[in-house]
């Protein structure tokens, strides 16, 4: 059983068009999570989602807007995609978000791959 | 200043020796430290978490903390080529809503 599936796995789409990307996890976790990876390897966290609560929205532009209808599911909708965009998107979930003092540990999807040409 | 900093590499080791992977981090509070392994075109998946002082052992991987030098390294003893892949150092603090910040990793290569 996959514990934590994005879908699509690749997506390839043309500037300026508008997309989304699913999330579900089976963990039964409370938090969600959504990072870009860039070329470089560097994975940084956009935003995150306790109870379908937003928690965490670092900075990124509007175009970004995530939506978590249950605990189980993170989408991302992208509007409006340029070059920049393209990354490999990584869901994550992890049972809470650190309230017990220790980080809990995050389980990431297999990522969707996003090429905007 | 990179809030968590990695040499990328890579870090060539034959297979059997001693891989030693190291991590600078510049928020003074963090409290908590993990290791990633990433392999290409796969997810990041969790090998050590650590939260004190000292080293912490679990089979061939073994994760140093020294907070005093905000410092952090993973060792991997008798690597195998299996071990090849990009590990990422990731540190948070504790407490409220947390963000793990991660580095943008370490490529190892263990040479058969």
């Known amino acids: 059983d996959t514990a934590v599936s994005q879908t699509p796995k690749y997506l390839v789409t043309q500037m300026g068009n508008d997309k989304s990307i699913k999330c579900e996890q089976n963990?039964?976790?409370?938090?969600m999570y959504w990072y870009k990876q860039d070329s470089k390897k560097f994975l940084k966290i956009m935003f995150s989602?306790?109870?379908?609560?937003?928690?965490i929205n670092e900075t990124v532009p509007n175009r970004f807007s995530p939506k978590s209808p249950d605990k189980a599911h993170l989408n991302l909708h992208i509007n409006s995609l340029e070059l920049g965009d393209s990354a490999v998107y990584f869901c994550?979930?992890?049972?809470?978000?650190?309230?017990?003092?220790?980080?809990?540990?995050?389980?990431f999807g297999p990522g969707t791959r996003l090429t905007v040409l | 200043q990179k809030e968590v900093e990695q040499n990328s590499g890579p870090l060539s080791v034959p297979e059997g020796a001693i891989a030693s992977l190291n991590c600078t981090y510049s928020?003074?509070?963090?409290?908590?430290f993990f290791w990633y392994r990433q392999y290409s075109g796969k997810s990041p998946e969790l090998i050590m978490s650590?939260?004190?002082?000292g080293d912490k052992e679990d089979g061939r991987f073994t994760a140093q903390l020294n907070k005093a030098s905000q410092y952090v390294s993973l060792l991997i003893r008798d690597s195998q080529p299996s071990d090849s892949a990009t590990y990422l150092c990731?540190?948070?603090?504790?407490?409220?809503?947390?963000?793990?910040?991660f580095g943008t990793g370490t490529k190892l290569q263990v040479i058969p």
């Open positions: 990731a540190v948070a603090r504790t407490g409220g809503y947390q963000k793990v910040t």
């Open positions: 928020d003074r509070v963090s409290q908590s």
């Open positions: 650590i939260y004190s002082n």
């Open positions: 963990l039964g976790h409370d938090t």
């Open positions: 989602y306790n109870n379908k609560e937003l928690i």
């Open positions: 994550a979930s992890s049972q809470g978000y650190g309230t017990s003092g220790n980080t809990d540990t995050q389980y």
